[in-house]
């Protein structure tokens, strides 16, 4: 994922209101979420080049999701690929916490993440860029492909959205949760962050949905998971040659 943006507990009916983008090149084959023949109960896509996910659920209430942190000069095409260590933890039975810190043992070898590991007891976030961890406490959070909470545009955007959505009357639809995370809005450079990729590269990248002719938002995904457990999960594949969007949707409780 690219950006992740959830509230946790703070809504009456819904104790978990999650909306993520994927993005990536258009080029690198992925399924669209589907239970996994070889991990019984995981709901996740999957990246077809390395076999990991970027997000994914379980039918026993563990949850993890993945973003990369931006940083093309310290990066290594040798890298193990980030999206093992999503699966690894839907795939087990470690705590969030003991999880991460297992994970960060190994920070040296993967570039440059964001994971946030979860189960009915909360969510962790960790990340290799600092040795950090932490739970989350109650409230509304957004990560990009910086550290938790940086306040880049599409993530103050996105994160003001969210508690509108979850405010209002009619509360967080899916439709309206979706809405969100196709908001194209281009920030004006001055907000734009530095990160190595030049300004033009900034400006692509710099909305909640992205496009550009090679790269861009791939899926849009949303979970909601309410007060008696019932967990819903979302899917919105996007094709780049605007042919159609595809959807799926699953829900049952945890």
């Known amino acids: 994922m690219c950006l992740i943006l959830l509230a946790q507990e703070i809504h009456p009916r819904y104790r978990l209101v999650l909306a993520a983008n994927r993005d990536e090149f258009y080029d690198r084959p992925s399924e ?11 709901l996740a896509g999957r990246d077809g080049r390395e076999g990991g996910t970027w997000m994914g659920v379980t039918g026993t209430g563990r949850f993890a999701a993945l973003t990369n942190y931006r940083d093309p000069a310290a990066h290594r095409p040798d890298a193990p690929s980030r999206g093992g260590l999503v699966q690894r933890y839907l795939r087990g039975s470690l705590s969030p916490e003991v999880y991460l810190r297992r994970v960060l043992r190994e920070e040296a070898a993967y570039n440059g993440f964001n994971l946030l590991a979860g189960d009915r007891s909360g969510i962790c976030w ?19 492909n910086r550290l938790l909470d940086t306040p880049w545009p599409k993530v103050v955007r996105g994160k003001r959205m969210l508690e509108e959505t979850i405010s209002s009357p009619e509360g967080p639809s899916v439709g309206r949760l979706m809405e969100l995370l196709e908001d ?3 920030p004006p450079d001055c907000d734009l962050p530095e990160t190595g990729m030049g300004l033009e590269w900034e400006r692509v990248l710099s909305p909640i949905f992205i ?18 457990g019932r967990l819903t999960f979302v899917e919105r594949t996007h094709d780049p040659w605007l042919q159609g969007d595809r959807e799926v949707r699953f829900s049952f409780v945890v």
């Not at 669209?32 to 995981?42: C, K, M, R, T």
């Open 32 to 42: 669209q979420a589907h239970f996994w023949g070889d991990a019984p109960g995981l």
């Open 126 to 144: 960790a990340s290799n860029r600092g040795g950090v961890l932490r739970w989350l406490d109650p409230g509304v959070h957004g990560i990009s």
């Open 184 to 186: 194209r809005t281009v």
């Open 211 to 228: 496009r550009s002719p090679t790269y861009g938002t791939r899926s849009s995904t949303v979970v909601l998971i309410d007060r008696a």
